[in-house]
């Protein structure tokens, strides 16, 4: 089993960046399929991204992508969100989460994480 801390959320202006850390305890990060989900008021969590437990390149959303990076130091076993030209439409709670490896693919919907972080705010203002 693994545990995830999300932190590095804030209040940031329009065209601002941040960047979001997934910290994990408990078991390595290379075990599990990797995804970052936001999600704002009144709206579904969606996906931002997602890593495969094999790795190799990373998915990106259409509205994140060009703007946000994803990188892994595995040696502090932590996950990184770079947010680049953010945007108000960004915020939101964004999550960590982690899938067990069972398939060799991206895992798009949030029914196939097993473990969720408790989410950070990012607030964009215009």
């Known amino acids: 089993q693994v545990q995830l801390v999300e932190s590095g959320g804030g209040l940031v202006q329009a065209g601002g960046s941040l960047r979001l850390s997934c910290a994990a305890s408990?078991?390595?990060?290379?075990?599990?399929?990797m995804g970052w989900f936001r999600q704002a008021p009144g709206k579904e969590r969606e996906l931002v991204t997602a890593?495969?437990?094999?790795?190799?390149?990373?998915y990106y959303a259409d509205s994140v992508k060009g703007r946000f990076t994803i990188s892994r130091d595995n040696a502090k076993n932590t996950e990184y969100l770079q947010m680049n030209s953010l945007k108000p439409e960004d915020t939101a709670v964004y999550y960590c989460?982690?899938?067990?490896?069972?398939?060799?693919?991206?895992?798009?919907?949030?029914?196939?994480?097993?473990?969720w972080g408790q989410g950070t705010q990012v607030t964009v203002s215009s």
């Open positions: 890593t495969k437990w094999s790795g190799g390149s990373a």
């Open positions: 408990g078991r390595t990060l290379s075990s599990y399929a």
């Open positions: 989460a982690a899938g067990r490896s069972r398939l060799d693919r991206y895992y798009y919907s949030r029914y196939e994480y097993d473990y």
